[in-house]
Nanobody, 124 residues
Framework: VQLQASGGGLVQAGGSLRLSCATS????????MAWFRQAPGKERDIVAA???????YYSDSVKGRFTIARDNAKNTVHLQMNSLTPEDTAVYFC???????????????????WGQGAQVTVSS
């Protein structure tokens, strides 16, 4: 499975961006998909995830501002980011994995495949 992230960029605080992650393969619908982010000097943290069933998970820091959605027909997952703040500045990575239990949905180690990352910079 190959993942290709797109949609990063520079935006002012309060603005919006939409990240997309296109995947290869014919079993996309069976994968749990997630977005992680990593700021300089910090660990890679979960942002949002969506299971094959459609159930979603959000970190507390983005809940109510970000929305993750998947398009199984196009093998793509999107992350709509609204009300961005400078604290959202990071490299965002999409990830895919199978048979991830609910308690592990936020763990980077649970995912088998990773995209190359998309830089998101929010200016104050």
């Amino acid at each position: 499975v190959q993942l290709q992230a797109s949609g990063g960029g520079l935006v002012q605080a309060g603005g919006s961006l939409r990240l997309s992650c296109a995947t290869s393969g014919r079993t996309f619908s069976k994968y749990s998909m997630a977005w992680f982010r990593q700021a300089p000097g910090k660990e890679r943290d979960i942002v949002a995830a969506i299971r094959w069933s459609g159930h979603t998970y959000y970190s507390d820091s983005v809940k109510g501002r970000f929305t993750i959605a998947r398009d199984n027909a196009k093998n793509t997952v999107h992350l709509q980011m609204n009300s961005l703040t400078p604290e959202d500045t990071a490299v965002y990575f999409c990830a895919a994995g199978q048979r991830i239990i609910s308690s592990a949905i936020g763990a980077a180690s649970a995912y088998d495949y990773w995209g190359q990352g998309a830089q998101v910079t929010v200016s104050s």
